[in-house]
């Protein structure tokens, strides 16, 4: 099974950018699906953008423009860059990792991926 380990995040003021990064314990290029979610306080986790075995993606309405997900398979990392950061994109956020099994990546449901990064916390203040 694939372990993930997030780090990167910390504490910004609004407008600013952080980096988080997910490092894999294995290849996952073309063998999972992957992704980038989140969760604040009271609120259910949501996604932020969903990535399939070839590399597209798809990101929430929310983050669209201003986050940029890439991966650097050499080193089973994936990035999320975040510029442009508001108080609204506060919250714990998560690396998850689904096996491929054909079906599409990036419409797959929260509770489909299988594995699960312990989250690194992104505070960003007005």
């Known amino acids: 099974q694939v372990q993930l380990v997030e780090s990167g995040g910390g504490s910004v003021q609004a407008g600013g950018s952080l980096t988080l990064s997910c490092a894999a314990s294995?290849?996952?290029?073309?063998?999972?699906?992957m992704g980038w979610f989140r969760q604040s306080p009271g609120k259910e986790r949501e996604g932020v953008v969903r990535?399939?075995?070839?590399?597209?993606?798809r990101y929430a309405p929310s983050v669209q423009g201003r986050f940029t997900a890439f991966q650097d398979n050499g080193k089973n990392t994936l990035y999320l860059q975040m510029n442009s950061l508001k108080p609204e994109d506060t919250a714990m956020y998560y690396c998850?990792?689904?096996?491929?099994?054909?079906?599409?990546?990036?419409?797959?449901?929260?509770?489909?991926?299988?594995?699960w990064g312990q989250g690194t916390q992104v505070t960003v203040s007005s």
């Open positions: 998850a990792a689904d096996p491929y099994g054909g079906g599409s990546c990036l419409w797959r449901g929260i509770d489909a991926y299988k594995y």
């Open positions: 294995e290849y996952t290029y073309r063998r999972y699906c």
């Open positions: 990535i399939d075995e070839n590399g597209s993606r």
